[in-house]
């Protein structure tokens, strides 16, 4: 059997702080909290973490390529992938901060999160240049907009001549550069950002992802939440994802768990639509658990997951 090209992740390396209330609370208001943990977290780390987890029984590799602060929660951060399987040797070490977000969570499961970016920012377009091998050499890499914009643009034109497919998760949501989308070979938006992109949150979600790859991208996949997902994929078919019922305890990392899963699906060799169902029960195995990177979900679990589905 072939051996299986790595998946490489660009991204944010957070600390999680965790506060658990009743509510979510409204601009001006105070109320008291009934827990408070910290997680190691981050968009990017917590993909290369949920692909990392999912991979481990077949020998699929996850390289992340990213930036932690001088402080203690550096060598915690990177501790965290270590254990979680994540090669490190890409991970930098830059002067000051490292990333953390302040994330609040409901009795319901949802959250509100702030994140303050830290060594994120050193992520630049000459420190991917220092790793530009790694991602020449993947199988498809996977990204998201923690870390500054111009090294996205320049990660998509990296991935683009090296003929390596990119999966963008476009959150936080911000203005992109036409050529970006052009150079994108999965595109991942959950309901708020599909809304941001195309300008309505009231289109059919066929004519959503059909707005989206009329920008250029290629395929397609909105990310619903507890009413599943919809994939419109680069030949022009479609098709809607059903949800897995389950009961939500923290939805902090479902997205990125959705991504970890569809690149390490499709890494291992399954057609688009069994990557997003795949996807789609690691995400809701995900949200029946606290923190980030504590609640993603092993093969075992996920396969469980459409057994019983």
Known sequence: MAEKKPIVVVGSINM???????????????????????????????QAVAAARLGVPSGLQVQMIGQVGSDDIGKQLRDG?????VDTSSVGTAPGSSGVALITVSATGENSIVVIPGAN???????????????RK??????????????VVHLATLCTN???????????ARELPEELFRQVAWFTPNETETAFYIGETEKNLAISAQELQAKGIKGVVLKLGSKGAFLADPSGSEMRIQPF?????????????????????ITMGQSRLEAAMFASA???????????QSSMATLQEVHQMLGDA
């Open 16 to 46: 999680d702080l965790v506060v658990t209330a009743a509510h979510i609370p409204a601009a001006g208001e105070t109320i008291l909290g009934t827990d408070f943990q910290n997680h190691p977290g981050g968009k990017g780390a917590n």
């Open 81 to 85: 992938l270590n254990k979680a399987g």
């Open 245 to 265: 019922h389950v009961q939500a305890v923290d939805s902090t990392a479902a997205g990125d768990a959705f991504n970890g899963a569809f690149a390490a699906a």
């Open 162 to 172: 090296a003929g390596v497919p990119l999966i963008l998760d476009p959150a936080p």
């Open 282 to 292: 690691a995400a809701a195995i995900s949200v029946t658990r606290k923190g980030a």
């Open 138 to 151: 993947a199988g498809l890499v996977l990204a998201q907009l923690e870390i500054p914009l111009e090294t």
């Open 121 to 135: 920012t050193q992520v630049t377009p000459a420190f991917l240049d220092q790793h530009s091998e790694k991602i």
